[in-house]
């Protein structure tokens, strides 16, 4: 069972264009949403992650809005740049119905974003 | 300081054999996760050990696989009989604890390739 769903599967930007991936989650008892930034041939990186009691955080050119009601969150990228072009997973952490995994990171599928020049 | 490393980073192995891959976490991290990444797919949680309590194996995909941790540091994933479908990147990560917001330090992984 896919418990973090995201979209879209792919993004194409022109450079300074506003980048947005969305992320779904049903698992309520998840309290701590990352998002990982990964290059080719490199492993995932946190780039950005948020906590349910806010609705929005922001470091830089990048912004998480989480909307709890809705068990949705987002990744905005302002002034999107070529560097950007990875594939970007969001990911969720808790402890999950019926167990105590509370390391264990849920991936939502990966979404290849491209920013053209 | 040091990231956390993976060998080999690529494995090309023939259907039925073992293979094992090795991950080397960060000093002083408490937590090592599994992970594989199949082609154009997100993470796919695998194992996690935790100090020394027992490890959580609920991810791991069938009797074949199998994972262990020596000396709460390097830990080794096993595949048995290695079929087609084992074919993915096995990414290994760490971090200081399990709960909480404590970041987890992903390795380059392994690219297994199983002909």
């Known amino acids: 069972q896919q418990q973090v769903k995201q979209s879209p599967q792919s993004l194409i930007v022109q450079k300074g264009g506003i980048s947005i991936i969305n992320c779904a989650y049903e698992n309520t008892a998840f309290d701590y949403f990352p998002w990982y930034q990964q290059f080719p041939g490199k492993g995932p990186a946190l780039l950005i992650a948020?906590?349910?009691?806010?609705s929005e955080k922001k470091e830089g050119r990048f912004t998480i809005s989480f909307n709890k009601s809705a068990k949705q969150f987002s990744l905005h990228i302002m002034d999107s740049q070529p560097g950007d072009s990875a594939t970007y997973f969001c990911?969720?952490?808790?402890?999950?119905?019926?167990?105590?995994?509370?390391?264990?990171?849920?991936f939502g599928q990966g979404t290849i974003l491209t920013v053209h020049p | 300081g040091a990231g956390v490393s993976q060998s080999p980073s690529n494995k090309v192995t023939e259907k039925g054999k073992d293979v094992e891959l090795r991950c080397d976490p960060i000093?002083?991290?408490?937590?090592l996760y599994w992970y594989r990444q199949s082609l154009g797919q997100g993470l796919e949680f695998l194992i996690y050990f935790q100090g020394n309590s027992a490890p959580d194996k609920s991810g791991l995909p069938s009797d074949r696989f199998s994972a262990e941790r020596t000396g709460g540091s390097v830990s080794t994933l096993t595949i048995q009989r290695t079929q087609q479908e084992d074919s993915a990147v096995y990414l290994c990560?760490?971090?200081?604890?399990?709960?909480?917001?404590?970041?987890?330090?992903f390795g380059p992984g392994t690219r297994l390739t199983v002909t």
């Open positions: 990560a760490s971090s200081w604890a399990p709960g909480g917001l404590y970041e987890q330090y």
């Open positions: 948020i906590r349910p009691d806010v």
């Open positions: 990911a969720a952490k808790g402890s999950n119905a019926g167990g105590t995994s509370y390391g264990k990171l849920t």
């Open positions: 000093s002083g991290h408490t937590a």
